[in-house]
């Protein structure tokens, strides 16, 4: 990992379920992140929802993308 790379972390299925619940949106509507993404941890696979934490001016900013081909 780079320095500069915002961390990324696979969520388990639990914490999915509850991110699906909080902001009451289907796997379809999040964002998409390629598989073949450097940044990815090497255990993600296809349809797996990624966290993407990172501070950006001074302030904590996290994201979430669904891995697809």
């Known amino acids: ?5 915002l961390k990324h972390t696979k969520l388990k299925k639990e914490e999915l379920e509850k991110l699906l619940l909080k902001y009451n949106i ?26 993407i934490e990172g ?6 900013r996290i994201y979430f993308r669904v891995v697809t081909i």
């Open 26 to 51: 289907s796997l379809n509507q999040l964002p998409r992140i390629k598989i073949t993404d450097p940044a990815l941890p090497p255990d993600c696979s296809i349809s797996d929802v990624v966290k």
């Open 55 to 60: 501070v950006i001016d001074n302030e904590k």
């Open 1 to 5: 990992m780079h320095i500069l790379q």
